[in-house]
């Protein structure tokens, strides 16, 4: 990994201490120089990491990216990581989060004097039990006003934004989840807490008069109940907090929401994000549905196909395609496995619209994964084994069609291998006999299209091994092959290619095949012709 060496190096020094250990990192220098006052208070009471080393991590992290800092504090090695910046002269930013999963502890605008115990703070909310701690998500601010009223509006959502940082609770940006989720870091001592956090709503309403407005904060829980509310003037939202603290205050609703009860709120702001037409608001949150909850339910928040927006649907698919695939058992269930094809189907017909990075993830699932997808069926035969396989390798499984036609040709090889091995003739004849009438004749779906890719020799030769075959279920299958060789080429004569598929419907007939009409649904030019299709029809008819 990219960090492999340089976190494991800091672990060793670390974990030799008994104290908590913190990171600091300052942004600017006046904030380096209050996490230098920092370091020099705290000195004995907490281990610090050396300043190089966490800058070092920041170098490697790219921390301008999005959710840098979360990903910062997972990184660190330390208990808290802690980020100051400079707001004002004198006015700092102090963010903590914890280095499990990356939540934020806190956030403060302090003085250079107050960032000691503001660190304390952050310390004693690492320290209560998950059960017991507070998590809450903050959707913003909704302003219903007035155009007139907009300075006024951005004025007090920036007072709210800044008093719902001072709250007493761990906030948790649910977009910072999903990620948690699509990298499977959402585990340990926190997972079932994230679980039951509370969403804090805030709206900007009309008032009595024209200048006038009120605000009104509340927060719903997993199951969109409103259990909290409160509202003022702008002038009285501090009364409004007082309110949300005493809310706080009081322990969550003790196992009443589950990682179940999450996936059920992300599956519908899916379907708020889908009814928007925000297409890739729905995949990620249909994807953290799914996450939450394995319910194949959840994928069709996944199965739009946009156009134009693969690259920024893919994290999400791509996220939910290792999750499939990580279950081999399950992904023999058909809503998995059906799913999962649809998926790669689409990264291969717009592959060329992905970044480079994307491409090349793809690939290597595709490369890594491709057995998965070729091998779905406990039959209990090889030759069943062998026609599934056949029938399952697909364009979307190789890089190019040069390959994707030689590993079909040398799939059909084998299942015609299997024909003469001795094991196929000691297969009762009831199932030998509906493998050749039922199973066999499905597969001209894939056989007379890889004839048409293929050098007609290939169909030929083919012909000649089922002639000779001795099994009187595979002799229509010759004329099968005749009739598309006939309208694929440059000589097509609809007289001589509608008597082929007389000839081979009459013998479908005689040996009592079951599914003959997948020889035409195989043959994909006959829709090229008008009214071929009815005539070929009408023949079949004669011989139900």
């Known amino acids: 990994m990219k960090f492999a060496c340089l976190t494991a190096l800091l672990l060793a020094v670390w974990t030799l201490a008994a104290a908590p250990t913190v990171a600091l990192l300052g942004r600017d220098r006046e904030a380096q120089n209050a996490a230098d006052q920092l370091l020099a208070e705290s000195a004995g009471r907490y281990e610090f990491v050396e300043r190089g080393a966490v800058d070092a991590i920041q170098r490697e992290a790219e921390w301008n990216r999005p959710f840098a800092d979360e990903k910062l504090a997972r990184l660190a090695g330390a208990d808290l990581f802690v980020v100051l910046e400079t707001v004002s002269p004198g006015k700092l930013r102090l ?5 499990t999963c990356g939540f934020r502890l806190l956030r403060r605008i302090v003085t250079g004097d107050e960032a000691a115990k503001t660190l304390a703070q952050a310390f004693s909310l690492l320290d209560a039990p998950p059960e017991r701690t ?124 589950t990682l179940k009860t999450e996936a059920a709120r992300f599956a519908r702001e899916a379907g708020i994000a889908r009814r928007n037409g925000d297409n890739p608001g729905a995949s990620q949150k249909g994807f953290a549905a799914f996450a939450l909850d394995n319910n194949p339910a959840y994928l069709e928040w996944n199965s739009y196909w946009p156009q134009n927006e693969t690259p920024k649907l893919f994290p999400y698919r791509m996220a939910l395609l290792e999750r499939i695939a990580a279950n081999p058992e399950q992904f023999k269930e058909y809503s998995f496995h ?116 293929l050098p007609p020799q290939w169909a030929r030769q083919l012909s000649r091994r089922f002639a000779e075959s001795g099994e009187p279920y595979l002799k229509p299958l010759p004329f099968a092959l005749q009739a598309n060789e006939l309208i694929s080429g440059d000589a097509y004569d609809e007289e001589k290619f509608l008597a082929l598929c007389e000839e081979y419907y009459k013998a479908c007939a005689e040996a009592k095949v079951k599914s003959p009409g997948n020889f035409a649904y195989g043959i994909r030019k006959i829709g090229q012709h008008p009214g071929l299709w009815e005539k070929v029809t009408a023949i079949a008819g004669k011989y139900r």
Request: charged fraction near 25%; glycine fraction near 4%.
């Open 338 to 453: 059906h799913f999962a094809v649809r998926v790669l189907e689409n990264f291969s017909r717009e592959r060329a619209e992905l970044a480079p990075e994307q491409r090349r993830q793809y690939e290597n699932f595709r490369e890594s994964n491709r057995e998965l997808f070729l091998t779905l069926d406990d039959a209990p035969y090889p030759v069943d084994r062998l026609l599934g396989r056949f029938i399952r390798i697909q364009p979307y499984l190789y890089g190019t069609d040069a390959i994707y036609l030689a590993e079909k040709s040398s799939a059909w090889q084998a299942v015609m291998a299997e024909l003469d091995a001795p094991r196929f003739r000691e297969i009762p004849e009831d199932r030998r006999q509906w493998f050749c009438t039922y199973q066999f004749y499905n597969a001209l779906t894939e056989l007379l299209p890889l004839q048409t890719a």
């Open 95 to 99: 963010t903590a989060f914890e280095s």
């Open 134 to 257: 507070r998590m809450i998500s903050i959707a913003g601010v909704r302003s219903n006003l007035h155009y007139s009223l907009g300075a006024q509006a951005k004025a007090i959502s920036a007072s709210l934004l800044e008093a719902a940082d001072r709250l007493n609770a761990i906030v948790l940006e649910r977009d910072y989840l999903v990620e948690l989720l699509r990298e499977n870091q959402l585990t340990g001592r926190w997972a079932k807490a994230a679980a039951a956090s509370e969403i804090l709503h805030f709206e900007l309403n009309p008032g009595d008069t024209a200048k006038s407005f009120t605000v009104s904060g509340y927060f719903t829980d997993p199951e969109e109940n409103i259990v909290c509310r409160s509202e003022s003037s702008p002038g009285g939202i501090d009364a409004m907090f007082t309110v949300f603290a005493a809310h706080l205050a009081t322990p969550p609703a003790d196992g009443k929401h």
